[in-house]
Nanobody, 127 residues
Framework: QLQLVESGGDLVQPGGSLRLSCAAS????????IGWFRQAPGRERDGVSG????????YYSAPVKGRFAISRDNDKDVVYLQMNSLNPEDTGVYYC????????????????????WGQGTQVTVSS
């Protein structure tokens, strides 16, 4: 059974960068589109970015567009989220998950369209 594990979260100063990893075990990621989400304390889980199974199509939410970059290495069964120019509003627990929604819905990054959630990795942006 496919399991996802996130890593790379840390405490970073405003303006800094982090790279998160989403590693798969139990099955290959080759055939799965993957999404990254984040959840700040007291707030709902929001979509951040998504990537198609072949890596050709990438989607970003408005708050992170131009600052974050999603990529994948299917040989290593890992999806990355490079986060640059971080600000305190980026603070939260970051999760990755497998897209199981209907074709065409990946760009909308809707929580209910995703499954096999990892345990999350904490990102804190603070001076």
């Amino acid at each position: 059974q496919l399991q996802l594990v996130e890593s790379g979260g840390d405490l970073v100063q405003p303006g800094g960068s982090l790279r998160l990893s989403c590693a798969a075990s139990g099955a290959s990621l080759d055939h799965y589109a993957i999404g990254w989400f984040r959840q700040a304390p007291g707030r709902e889980r929001d979509g951040v970015s998504g990537i198609s199974s072949n890596g050709l199509y990438k989607y970003y939410s408005a708050p992170v567009k131009g600052r974050f970059a999603i990529s994948r290495d299917n040989d290593k069964d890992v999806v990355y989220l490079q986060m640059n120019s971080l600000n305190p509003e980026d603070t939260g627990v970051y999760y990755c998950a497998v897209f199981v929604g209907a074709t065409g819905r990946l760009p909308f990054l809707i929580v209910d369209d995703f499954d096999s959630w990892g345990q999350g990795t904490q990102v804190t942006v603070s001076s």
